[in-house]
């Protein structure tokens, strides 16, 4: 009801092993009483930390400011060590590799994702929860889609600067929509948008704790973006989870070669609410752009946003056309959380999280209520627990763009 995110899987379960409290305890005792060589190797610990979403609102509203994310990936990293890494969690990080194989043929991929016999089986070898919808693959990636329409992008000569665009993993290969509205509003509005190759965020590398691979990709985007990116050619992304690893983790996870030049880059990586919000206050993009008709929004933020940057922003650029009313949700944490939610394990407490206020408020809006929602996994959510379509606030302000130039 505070509107606070920390933490979820207390909030719906209400047992004290679910705190942020518990799991530093349980961590504090073994780390410094256990007499074994790898003292993570613990299952107490597993028990524990296994319910924790790593939603980082630990980060922002514990007093102690604990990163009980960054503590889970740790520990999973060493306890992987002495156990293995489970077939599952090594599923889940590679999702980028998966996505890449499945989109040489998507309309096949997607058949086997959603045809009942091969959901059934890709769940069942997953660990996925039976009741949860497998997200499918775009027709096509967004880099192959911006490959071909580069061109149609330009924004000709009254350009208002340059930006970087990172293609992230999720948006590449299943939100491609989002993407391509993104892209097209950008060049609508007069930036020029450039797409250097690069590696993915590293983002389910860093969930599942396999760091070595996550800094390995950290720092081929450090390096790939660090003589790139000043205050005047920003790296903007849509993923708050993948675009924020850049100012979260990437300068304590790179090597030391690298924490200096990921320190410069990080004040200059944004979301791409951060960054049109930014370019509203300066006067470059006015609501006189956008349609005058009215529309109310409902908006959950995601936990990363939350915790890491600001649901301000989002609500801004939502404002924007003027007739537009907007509602931020204190919803806290949506209970997908990633790979969490679809996990059968986990599923139970990922609905419970859900029903805690965002379910109940969005079945309370009228059917022509926009819903925003920045993030990937929390659009997954809110479908999966009210069937309600969320869509991520640049969708919805190129609807609007579009709507103005025909009125």
């Known amino acids: 009801l505070a509107g606070g995110t920390m933490c979820p899987s207390y909030m719906a379960s209400k047992h004290e092993k679910d705190t942020t409290r518990a799991r530093a305890n349980v961590l504090r005792e073994f780390l410094t009483r256990s007499s074994r060589p790898n003292p993570f190797s613990h299952e107490e610990i597993y028990e524990v930390?296994?319910?924790?979403?790593?939603?980082?609102?630990?980060?922002?509203?514990?007093?102690?400011?604990?990163?009980?994310?960054?503590?889970k990936s740790e520990f999973l990293y060493h306890y992987y060590r002495q156990h293995g890494i489970p077939f599952r969690a090594r599923a889940m990080a590679n999702i980028d590799r998966l996505n890449a194989l499945g989109a040489i043929l998507p309309a096949f991929s997607n058949f086997f994702l959603t045809h009942s016999l091969g959901s059934r089986l890709s769940k069942?070898?997953?660990?996925?929860?039976?009741?949860?919808?497998?997200?499918?693959?775009?027709?096509?990636?967004?880099?192959?889609?911006?490959?071909r329409?580069?061109?149609?992008?330009?924004?000709?000569?009254?350009?208002r600067g340059k930006v970087y665009f990172f293609a992230d993993e999720f948006t590449n290969y299943q939100d491609t929509r989002v993407g391509i509205a993104a892209l097209k509003l950008l060049s609508r509005l007069g930036y020029e948008v450039v797409m250097?190759?690069?590696?993915?965020?590293?983002?389910?590398?860093?969930?599942?704790?396999?760091?070595?691979?996550?800094?390995?990709?950290?720092t081929r985007n450090v390096e790939t973006f660090g003589g790139?990116?000043?205050?005047?050619?920003?790296?903007?992304?849509?993923?708050?989870s993948a675009i924020l690893s850049f100012r979260d983790e990437y300068p304590r996870l790179v090597p030391a070669s690298s924490r200096e030049k990921a320190r410069q880059l990080a004040p200059h990586v944004l979301m791409i609410d951060e960054f049109l919000a930014q370019e509203a206050e300066k006067g470059h993009i006015t609501p006189?752009?956008?349609?005058?008709?009215?529309?109310?929004?409902?908006?959950?933020?995601?936990?990363?946003?939350?915790?890491?940057?600001?649901?301000?922003?989002?609500?801004?650029?939502?404002?924007?056309?003027?007739?537009?009313?907007?509602?931020?949700?204190?919803?806290?944490?949506?209970?997908?959380?990633?790979?969490?939610?679809?996990?059968?394990?986990h599923y139970a407490l990922s609905m419970q999280i859900g029903e805690l206020v965002l379910f109940p408020r969005l079945r309370q809006a009228a059917a022509d209520t926009l819903i925003a929602a920045p993030g990937t996994s929390c659009r997954h959510q809110i479908a999966d627990g009210c069937g309600r379509t969320a869509r991520h606030p640049v969708e919805i302000l190129w609807e609007a763009l579009q709507h103005a130039d025909t009125q």
């Open 288 to 345: 006189s752009l956008f349609t005058q008709k009215a529309a109310r929004v409902l908006l959950h933020g995601h936990c990363h946003q939350k915790a890491l940057a600001s649901v301000e922003a989002s609500r801004d650029i939502l404002a924007l056309p003027e007739q537009y009313e907007v509602e931020v949700i204190p919803s806290g944490c949506c209970g997908m959380a990633g790979s969490f939610g679809y996990e059968k394990e």
């Open 124 to 147: 069942k070898v997953l660990g996925v929860a039976p009741q949860r919808q497998l997200p499918a693959l775009a027709p096509q990636s967004l880099r192959r889609w911006f490959r």
């Open 49 to 71: 930390m296994d319910r924790c979403l790593s939603c980082k609102g630990c980060t922002a509203e514990c007093p102690s400011n604990v990163d009980m994310a960054a503590l």
């Open 196 to 218: 250097p190759r690069h590696a993915n965020s590293g983002r389910s590398y860093l969930s599942k704790g396999l760091l070595q691979t996550a800094r390995k990709l950290a």
């Open 149 to 159: 329409h580069r061109q149609q992008l330009h924004p000709g000569t009254a350009t």
């Open 228 to 240: 790139l990116v000043s205050a005047s050619t920003p790296l903007i992304g849509i993923e708050p």
